[in-house]
């Protein structure tokens, strides 16, 4: 049957911070090692605490790599390692996480803080171009990879990501929407533009399954065939 608009049911729910507050209160609570990497996100980078992802999302982060199995994942896209922990926090004790930043500064936030949370033996940091990074992995191979780096890169990170993707192996996409961004012909915000063309370009592919979820900024589960 083909798509109708008027068959779509509008159950979106307006983002408050008591809406919020309320989540967090019936998740999985946030331990202490948590909120002091958060304070620490606001205290030390406040000009770029905007980037770390929303705590609800890392516990989702956390239950997907649970619910997944997965054993090697990786990150595109560390910041001060908020989700890359709660990540770690959710594989199995023969499990790996490796991330890919540009900044050492924040790397050395997270760094800190994994270490602080017991995990860095789970978690390896590389430093540098995360397109050239991935460009020498070409031996490597991963059951789970979230994706949240530079939105003009995705296409050219999915590229590069999905020959060393386990066949079932899942890539989350984050900031899909871009604040519905995407929905403006007319923008001029190149994060958005650049996630317009990633989406259609995911979209469009036979060797994926692809859902787009409208929670927090637009996420998409996107699963190798």
């Avoid at 620490?40 to 929303?54: C, D, F, H, I, M």
């Avoid at 390896?124 to 789970?144: N, R, V, W, Y």
């Avoid at 003009?152 to 999905?162: E, K, Q, S």
């Amino acid at each position: 049957m083909a798509w109708r608009e008027e068959t779509m049911q509008r159950k979106a729910i307006e983002g408050t911070p008591e809406l919020q507050r309320y989540i967090l209160e019936h998740s999985d609570h946030l331990e202490p090692h948590h909120l002091a990497l958060i304070e620490a996100t606001n205290n030390r980078v406040p000009e770029l605490s905007s980037y770390q992802v929303p705590p609800e999302e890392a516990l989702a982060l956390r239950m997907l790599t649970r619910i997944t199995g997965a054993r090697h994942v990786l990150e595109i896209g560390t910041f001060t390692g908020l989700s890359s922990m709660l990540i770690a926090e959710g594989l199995g004790a023969d499990g790996h996480l490796t991330c890919l930043d540009i900044n050492p500064e924040t790397g050395a936030i997270a760094r800190e803080h994994w270490e602080a949370a017991g995990l860095s033996d789970r978690i390896t940091l590389q430093i540098g171009p995360a397109a050239e990074t991935l460009a020498s992995m070409t031996d490597a191979h991963f059951d789970l990879v979230f994706l949240d780096a530079d939105k003009p890169g995705y296409i050219d990170y999915f590229d590069a990501v999905l020959p060393v993707l386990d066949p079932g192996g899942l890539i989350v996409a984050d900031n899909t929407l871009m604040q519905s961004h995407v929905l403006d012909p007319g923008t001029e915000n190149t994060n958005a533009m650049a996630l317009r063309e990633f989406n259609r370009y995911v979209a469009d592919r036979a060797d994926v399954d692809v859902v787009m979820l409208p929670v927090y900024d637009g996420l998409t589960l996107i699963r190798k065939r």
